[in-house]
């Protein structure tokens, strides 16, 4: 079984959501078929879609898995039919870790 880079496929995306009260992370991406597998920080997810498809997470989740793999989130597609796998870096919406950063200053002009 290979793990590679995905290169035929766009790479997935995130966004933050509302989620009932809460605030969720959702994912979405393209696989080959709806037989494959996702898994997202080693976890597999159970997905909406075929071709194309999404996941929503918590966020608190996403952060948990976040931390433990260096800040970031992994998504592997796995084929049980070929045995191949892709590995993509899912780029995190701003403020999705939940850092702060503290200004000096802000301007703001109006024109």
Not at 58 to 67: H, K, M, Q, S, V
Not at 91 to 107: K, Q, S, V, Y
Request: overall charge positive.
């Amino acid at each position: 079984m290979a793990a590679t880079p995905s290169s035929a496929a766009a790479a997935p995306k995130a966004r933050l959501i509302h989620c009932g009260d809460a605030t969720c992370l959702r994912i979405s991406g393209r696989r080959p078929h709806a037989a494959v597998t996702v898994r997202v920080a080693g976890h597999p997810l159970i997905v909406e879609g075929n071709r194309s498809w999404r996941a929503t997470v918590p966020l608190a989740t996403a952060r948990d898995w976040a931390r433990a793999h260096g800040g970031t989130l992994t998504v592997t597609l796995a084929d049980a039919r070929t045995g191949d796998e892709s590995i993509e870096i899912v780029t995190l919406p701003p403020g999705a870790l939940g850092n702060r950063i503290e200004l000096a200053t802000l301007t703001v002009s109006a024109y």
